[in-house]
């Protein structure tokens, strides 16, 4: 496994070594959609499912500016994070497009890219770890009837052209997506999300939901009609 720091160390790498191969009216977007988080699904209060993503997709947009307009065509791949293979298959894949993009039509909606500032936003959050989903969740939660999921991680989007703009954007968080049951299969739905864990304030929050299912076990009034 690549650590996200690594993947943007690695798209540096192919951006850059796809932006030295254009020719003269010829331009370049790179874009890295990325992730790497893990999951718990839940039912009647036990772990039924638990795992980990780490996904990372490299895409290319390429650009021909010609006497008729601008042409316009983009292919993804998933990068394995393996330096030599992905450099192969981005170099390829841009040859590729090069050979195509001269016998498309005219994009009138295609605009050529852009320098408007280069931008790095990174927003690190503290987030509870699957093992310690399971000691610091489960205890709380062993004597209600819950079902739902918790999703935290890693997400990155990030953008470089060859007009030399680079953003990059990062961000951690978290989300216990739940519902309590009563007896009578009544329930009550909650979503806890954020930034940064706190077990207490998910305390606060179960705690609420709890009381919100009990107002439902009163007897149900029947208004008559008039």
């Known amino acids: 496994r690549r650590s996200l720091a690594a993947f943007r160390e690695l798209f ?18 790179c874009d890295l959609i990325a992730e790497d988080s893990q999951f718990v699904r839940l039912n009647r209060s036990r772990v039924r499912q638990a795992g980990q993503v780490q996904d990372a997709i490299f895409r290319l947009r390429f650009f021909l500016k010609s006497g008729k307009g601008i042409h316009c065509v983009e292919r ?23 050979n195509s993009i001269s016998g498309l039509p005219v994009d009138p909606y295609a605009a050529l890219p852009v320098f408007r500032g280069n931008i790095e936003q990174i927003q690190e959050g503290i987030l509870v770890s699957p093992e310690s989903f399971f000691d610091e969740v489960l205890p709380q939660i062993k004597n209600l009837d819950l079902a739902g999921i918790y999703a935290s991680g890693a997400i990155v989007r990030g953008t470089q052209n060859s007009l030399g703009q680079k953003q990059w954007f990062y961000t951690e968080n978290f ?32 705690e609420h939901s709890v009381s919100l299912l009990r107002s439902l076990d009163q007897p149900v009034v029947r208004v008559p009609r008039g």
Not at 12 to 29: G, Y
Not at 87 to 96: F, M, Q, R, T, Y
Not at 190 to 202: E, M, Q, Y
């Open 76 to 98: 993804s791949f998933t990068l394995t994070g393996d330096e030599t293979q992905d450099l192969k298959s981005a170099v390829g894949i841009l040859s590729e497009l090069k």
């Open 12 to 29: 540096d790498q192919l951006s850059n070594e796809l932006f030295s191969r254009l020719q003269v009216q010829e331009f370049l977007s």
């Open 175 to 206: 989300s216990m997506d739940y519902s309590v049951y009563n007896s009578e299969e009544k329930a009550v739905k909650s979503v806890f999300a954020g930034t940064n864990w706190s077990t207490s304030d998910f305390d606060q929050d179960l």
